[in-house]
């Protein structure tokens, strides 16, 4: 267990000196950069490191500086990912009315530019967002109309948003068996990128829908499978970390 311990924490430190590395030659390419639309790309790149290090302040600083450049060139695709970015950011910080808006801006930039892939991702955010605040209406048809192109394009990680946002609005409509239905959904993808906090959620939700429906032995027998697919891959990465 110590020596398991250790290995994360130096794959933590190394991910994270690797990440202070590419910031700091972005930083410098950007500064020799001219102002034409290799520098907004350089910009962009920088923001989306940025925003998986959950510096959103930064982040910030740097979607205003990019964003005004992005507009003199008119550079729709630049402005797009920046507003999309800014979007997100405000979703994380908790501002509702901001998040939306700049989602349906970037939903219209990236409509412009024809690019169907990120306006799905954007209705699924939508989706999640306005059924969070409970808005369901209008957020189950953002997360319906995310659906075809995410599962075209075998978009897990969003898929498995989108599939939660629609079994919670369909549970919210008292329409259990279509909540049913996407969690189930959803617990086949989390379990394609392995995402274990998804599985126990889906798993805990479908147990608590069978059981309001008096279908008593499905949670049972779900819990028990999800358990065992757990504990069979927790063994197999216990068993690869002794071998090393």
Known sequence: MKRLIVLLCLLNLAFSFSQEEELESLTIQLAYQDPDISKVDTSVSIIKLLFKTEDYSKALKFIKQSEKLAKDLDYKKGLAEITYYKAKIHHQEGQYQMAVGEFKNAKTLFTTIKDTITVAKINSDLGFIEIENGN??????????????????????????????????????????????????????DNKINNTKGLIASNKKLGDIYTSKKIITKPLVITKVLWVMQAVKMKHYVQRFYLI
């Open 136 to 189: 369901y209406k209008v957020g189950l048809n953002y997360a319906l109309s995310a659906i075809q192109e995410l599962e075209k394009r075998e978009l897990f990680n969003d898929l498995s948003t989108n599939y939660e946002s629609l079994a919670n609005a369909y549970e919210n409509a008292n329409i259990l068996d279509k909540a049913i239905t996407y969690n189930l959904q959803k617990l086949e993808v």
